[in-house]
């Protein structure tokens, strides 16, 4: 039912997507989709999670089979968070659809502090920062991929430049700088 969700929501967005809507395009009884996941939001929150669990797991693999160099570690970061734009567009679909519930909008928080407990813990190794600087830097990357992953769906810029580019934010991040 997951994949079938996904489906729909790829398709005719997150807006399509009813626990009707999934009954029928799963070909299964309204009774059994209401039972597996209780309410529209429900359904919501777990396509979000099984979303951020291929991403944050694609994610450990590749940091798992990366050089171990700052630079080899920002590029496989940014590698990761690109495809995961480009490969699961309904991930921001579905996020969006969730926002304004203060139990998804928590959830949501929880899955972002594991992303940023990987991230982190794959970079401190290369950084003079202490763990909780470095990981409010990695907030401010992410708020940075972010807004570039809107640049790379709209194809104003090419994936190489956006991993470029997020890569050289994250170099740029990780050690002590002074302020002029």
Known sequence: MIETALAIVRAEG?????LLSLAEAAGVSRPIVYDHFGTRPGLLLELYRRLDERHRTATATALASAA???VEIARVLSGAYFTCATDMPEFGAVSAALKGNRDMEAIQRDLLDAYLTLMTDALI???DLTADALRLRCVGILGAAETIAEELNARRCSLDAAIGALTDLIIGSIT????T
């Open 125 to 127: 190794p290369h950084s």
């Open 68 to 70: 171990p160099t700052p």
């Open 14 to 18: 997150a807006d399509a997507l009813t």
């Open 176 to 179: 002590t700088g002074v302020a």
